[in-house]
């Protein structure tokens, strides 16, 4: 596993052990960050059940401003943290011990990308998804990764679907909330 390109480009990353973890492959990341690849600079991030880091990571490297990794995991918040000391981002990160529903609960932050790649087969993407499209902003995308076998989540209200890619087990869904501006076009 390693960053694909930006300031951290070829750096190596771990990930914890577990069946929980599963680090997203460079192509479905290649994708990804190919759909939001002009939302990126100066972006806030949010990497929720953040496993590795990795995603939060390569938004950094590709020029988002910060970005907030929350794991409940002791171990994976120590990946994360050793994983942004080897790509030297962590002046621009903050690392949070915390359950991930408490978190999007709770926060008062709001964020331009929100990474949500929960552990598979609890059905969290549904759950999750409309609690984090509360801390959007205008403008911004949340990239949900799945279960190809689940249905595809419904867009929360003020989001729209920008796109859904499926690689075998895997799927990503993109969806959006319109700026102001490109809201009032639609009508």
């Known amino acids: 596993?390693?960053?694909?390109?930006?300031?951290?480009?070829?750096?190596?990353l771990t990930a914890p052990d577990g069946l929980d973890?599963?680090?997203?492959?460079?192509?479905?990341?290649?994708?990804?960050?190919?759909?939001?690849?002009f939302q990126l600079d100066g972006a806030a991030v949010l990497d929720l059940f953040a496993g590795s880091g990795q995603m939060g990571i390569e938004a950094l490297s590709r020029g988002a401003e910060k970005a907030v990794f929350v794991d409940s995991s002791k171990i994976a918040v120590r990946c994360i943290s050793e994983n942004l000391r080897a790509t030297r981002l962590e002046k621009q990160a903050q690392v949070v011990s915390r359950d991930s529903y408490d978190y999007i609960r709770l926060t008062a932050s709001r964020f331009d990308i929100i990474i949500l790649d929960?552990?598979?087969?609890?059905?969290?993407i549904h759950?999750?998804?409309?609690?984090?499209?509360?801390?959007?902003n205008e403008g911004g995308c949340?990239?949900?990764?799945?279960?190809s076998e689940l249905d595809e989540p419904a867009a929360p209200e003020g989001l729209?679907?920008?796109?859904?890619?499926?690689?075998?087990?895997?799927s990503v869904t993109i969806f959006c909330r319109p700026a102001e501006s490109e809201a009032g076009e639609e009508s």
């Open 127 to 136: 759950r999750v998804l409309p609690l984090a499209a509360e801390k959007l």
């Open 21 to 37: 973890v599963r680090p997203t492959t460079d192509k479905v990341k290649e994708a990804v960050f190919s759909a939001v690849q």
């Open 160 to 170: 729209v679907l920008r796109k859904t890619y499926k690689y075998g087990k895997i």
């Open 1 to 12: 596993m390693r960053v694909i390109t930006g300031s951290a480009r070829g750096r190596r």
């Open 142 to 147: 949340i990239i949900c990764e799945y279960e």
């Open 118 to 124: 929960p552990p598979y087969r609890h059905g969290h």
